[in-house]
């Protein structure tokens, strides 16, 4: 089945593979938040998790390898909205590890675009600490022209998916059978200089393989390529004009292992005791005995 929507425009998608020159860490801070399977209204478990082994390469021969965890760390009530913490531990292979944490709105499962509007239900956001060792809380804000934008979420920019059908995937965690989603994203950029035109195209091809097994992001491998490629041609000659490839990179990413009852590495149980409770609602529901 085949249909076309606005595609992810986010800062913080997690999975996205990043180069750097040599075999190295990823280029800026990676945040989970993009991994959450919203559209299939998961379980919000405090101290559930997820792990990841992110490798790729490009043309260029960059490469990059890293470990990332994602973590259901708390939830808190923030001025009257239920929401909970995302947060997220990236180990480098070679490297330091690094932890950020995002308080994410509930609200997003509400939403019928929840991917594509994700940063307007981010409410508060951990990147660095304060000279005493404690977590820099700061409350995301929209920027003030955007109240006014009357267009939509990534309206130039579309994308394709598709379901594939079941598939039977293998992790160090066992065997999982997937459900099969293919996502084709493009954008391309046409520019005049001089008597020429320049055509430059970028396609994204993700494939994801998902199953309700796994908590609250419900994927168990994701592989990732990426084109981009140029052609230019003089006033009339467009048809003759062929591309030339830019650049070409391949990742994937696959589940290392899940789990529950994982601690924080940001919060302390003091910061976690003050956090207001979230309403009844808004809480997972425990499981029946027996």
Not at 16 to 41: C, E, M
Not at 42 to 66: E, F, H, L, Q
Not at 179 to 186: A, F, L, T
Not at 200 to 227: A, G
Request: proline share 6%.
């Amino acid at each position: 089945m085949r249909r076309a929507v606005p595609r992810i425009v986010l800062v913080l998608l997690a999975l996205v593979v990043a180069f750097t020159q040599g075999r190295a860490a990823p280029t800026s801070v990676i945040n989970g938040i993009g991994l959450i399977d919203y559209a299939g209204h998961p379980k919000i478990v405090p101290g559930n998790w997820v792990k990841y082994r992110v490798i790729g390469g490009n043309t260029s021969g960059d490469s990059v390898a890293y470990d990332i965890t994602v973590i259901i760390t708390a939830l808190e009530n923030f001025w009257g909205d239920d929401c909970f913490w995302v947060e997220t531990h990236t180990q480098p292979v070679g490297g330091a590890p690094n932890a950020v944490a995002t308080l994410m709105s509930f609200s997003i499962f509400e939403d019928s675009l929840p991917v594509q509007r994700m940063k307007h239900y981010m409410r508060k956001s951990i990147n660095d600490f304060d000279m005493e060792g404690r977590p820099r809380q700061d409350i995301v804000r929209r920027p003030a022209l955007s109240a006014r934008s009357r267009s939509g979420p990534a309206e130039d920019i579309q994308w394709a998916v598709d379901t594939l059908g079941a598939d039977t995937v293998r992790t160090p965690q066992g065997r999982f059978t997937c459900r099969k989603v293919e996502i084709q994203q493009g954008l391309g950029e046409t520019a005049d200089r001089g008597d020429s035109t320049i055509r430059t195209e970028s396609r994204d091809i993700r494939t994801l393989y998902l199953s309700n097994e796994i908590p609250f992001t419900h994927l168990v491998r994701e592989d990732i390529e990426k084109k981009t490629q140029r052609k230019s041609w003089k006033v009339g000659r467009s048809q003759d004009a062929p591309f030339v490839m830019l650049e070409q990179s391949l990742g994937n990413s696959q589940l290392l292992g899940f789990g529950t009852g994982m601690k924080s590495a940001i919060f302390t149980p003091e910061m976690l005791r003050a956090m207001q409770p979230v309403a009844a609602k808004s809480k997972p529901k425990p499981k029946p005995k027996g």
